[in-house]
């Protein structure tokens, strides 16, 4: 142990409290590989938000920029693939086919003997160096790199008709629901067809309607404690 510490730097490696348990199971090695799966799963997650919020830029949701790190394709001449976030998914497609061979190895033991640790370990290992790479590289290839289309942004959500919601109490919910459709019959932000019905008056002022529907408030996160 003390020659793995001084090799390593890892200074809380220690033996093992049970030695029957460590040598009869490797559920350490399972754990871990699992934490290392879960962080393979949200990073999958964050890869494909952006790849969905980058598609376009006409026919997608066109909300961010990626870098241009491999413009243009064999089939389109100029094509923005999202290379980075695709290598980050198929990484984690990697890691999480390493879990499943490590869980089971973890499963595979027989009595006080394990003969998958080698196959355990290796893949443990590939997981980890896999993970700190592909982290590294969506920092700061690809999360440093975007850029927000707040002008798109602001127009898809002051567009939406879910904000209309709290105008309910000024208009009435049948109104509400009124302006929800005719704004997207005739696309049209909600404000303007709220103007467009002749509802600002002694309920609804503008002032009383442009916080209603701040968009920038209803998207922050409130502090509940």
């Known amino acids: 142990v003390e020659v793995l ?5 890892l200074a809380e490696l220690t033996t093992a409290k049970n030695s029957f348990e460590a040598q009869a199971a490797r559920d350490g090695l399972v754990e871990a590989s699992g934490a290392l799966k879960t962080i393979a799963a949200s990073l999958t997650k964050i890869a494909n938000d ?21 413009p243009g394709s064999s089939i389109m001449p100029g094509k923005v693939n999202p290379v980075i976030p695709e290598a980050v ?18 499963l595979s033991g027989a009595f006080e003997l394990n003969v998958y640790i080698p196959m ?4 443990l290992l590939e997981s980890f160096t896999l993970l700190a790479n592909v982290s590294r590289l969506f920092a700061e290839r690809c999360i440093d790199g ?28 049948e109104e509400a629901a009124a302006v929800a459709k005719q704004a997207l019959k005739e696309h049209k932000t909600i404000r303007q067809t ?23 408030a209803m998207a922050k996160v409130r502090d509940e404690g």
């Open 5 to 9: 510490v001084a090799q390593t730097g």
């Open 50 to 70: 952006i790849r969905w919020m980058g598609s376009g830029p006409l026919t997608g949701l066109a909300e961010l920029h990626l870098p241009d790190l491999q």
């Open 89 to 106: 998914t198929q990484v984690a497609a990697q890691v999480i086919g390493n879990d499943a061979a490590i869980t089971v190895g973890g």
């Open 120 to 123: 355990m370990a290796r893949n």
């Open 146 to 173: 975007l850029v927000a289309d707040e002008d798109r942004l602001r127009r898809l959500a002051e567009s939406s008709p879910s904000i209309v919601t709290p105008l309910n109490s000024a208009i009435g919910y």
């Open 194 to 216: 709220v103007i467009d019905r002749g509802l600002i008056g002694d309920k609804l002022s503008e002032e009383e309607l442009d916080r209603r529907l701040d968009v920038l």
